[in-house]
């Protein structure tokens, strides 16, 4: 489909108009960065705007929620970084909704006009909602229309683009996305550089951010803390400030050009093509009314934190730091981060203890109760990204959740994308198939199923992938 921004846009303004009108808006978001963040722009631009709101967060929605909401009164219902999925239902509910998100539409665009739908979704226009614009981007181009103010909000935009990995296919933000950069520079909330991209620039020692590289990997460094002391300490970088380790931020040009330039040279000798090497720098971003060194300052921490807060039941601590809430509530965020943190260790460590089971076309890993089904999905995307899973096939998560049910995270390569996979569609099939619910993206989707339904759930979605590479490569 050929690229229709300057409709994306006036759909926005469409639904700015009509936001306007109300008095009282409930919104409903994704709990994770990106949907707090979205959330977050909503609520702001309501307020702003002197219209009532109250909020509430969904793991994934699903029709028995609408049919709560729908029995809720009268309300106008604002879905931030969802509601795509679910909008043919909303219309049947008879819900007055907006919906603002970037997921995979169950509608196509002509429908959703049709039903005079106040839906707006990048890929309704040909632009690509997994790269070029999340669910915070999306609800902030609507709150931009709303009111020109608003465009200070951009910085927290691009945290939510983080947060859903938008800047890692290119090492960059691409697409709409630029346009809220664009947006945040003028509105001095943001500036970015060409630097390291390694996590835990503002607040990690350095040694640390070499210890934890996982793109690209540093052969004989990651996940060894004494080497990577000892690579610094080799280079002459000295580690300390008095008593305090130093950040990436507080190294100098040559000192950060000495370190750089050596990884790529260990990259290069290990037999790490130009691929490896080209992800070493990109474009990190920084909220520039942020403490220097505080992990509100870098885009990418901010959203870690954010998760840390969603993840564990407090996606209420999460939002009120995107609306500008710090002192105690903050201290609280920062406690939950490290308890994230060495979650999402010992969830590694789960799905090494337990294995990983392969089928023809896809490899899963059960972690039952150990593993959060909020972070399953993160402990996917880090696992296959590491070095001791395979590649070729997508790799699949699964975790009991408190209610009963099981739900399943599926992640996948850029090249399995590029031949074909689409692992929203086939979640979202196979997920339908056993009673369940699932959707997302083409390289990383999720579903939540009868726990009863796993075995037949995974020899489906087995089939799913099968099938779609075998119709990408024309064969039978
Ligand atoms: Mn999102």
Known sequence: MECDTDGFFSKAEWIAKTIRRYSAVHVVTHIDADGLTAGAIACRTLERAGIAHTIEYVKQLDEPSLERMAGEGSKLLWFTDLGSGLSRKMGELGLDFVITDHHIPEQSREEVGAQGQKHLNPHHYGIDGANSVSGSGVTYFVSRAMDDAN????????VGACGDLQDTRDCRLTGVNRDILTDGKAAGVLEWQVDLRYFGRQTRPVYKLLQYSSDPIIPGITGREGEAVKFLQELGISLKEGERWRSWIELG??????????IAK?????????????????EVYTLRREEVGSELRDAKEFATLLNSTARYGNPDVGLKICLGERGELFESAKMLLSGHRKNLVEGLQVVVDEGIVEMEHIQYFHSLEYIRDTIVGIVTGMMLNSDSVRKDIPLVGLAHSEDGKTKVSARATRDLVDRGIDLAAALKAAAAQVDGVGGGHNIAAGATIPRESEQAFLSILDGQIAAQISARSGGV
């Open 266 to 282: 260990l990259l290069l000798s290990k037999g790490f093509g130009a691929r490896s090497t080209g992800r070493l720098l990109g």
């Open 253 to 262: 040009h040559d000192e950060k050009r000495a370190v750089v330039s050596a």
């Open 151 to 158: 465009r200070d909000l951009a910085g927290i935009a691009v």
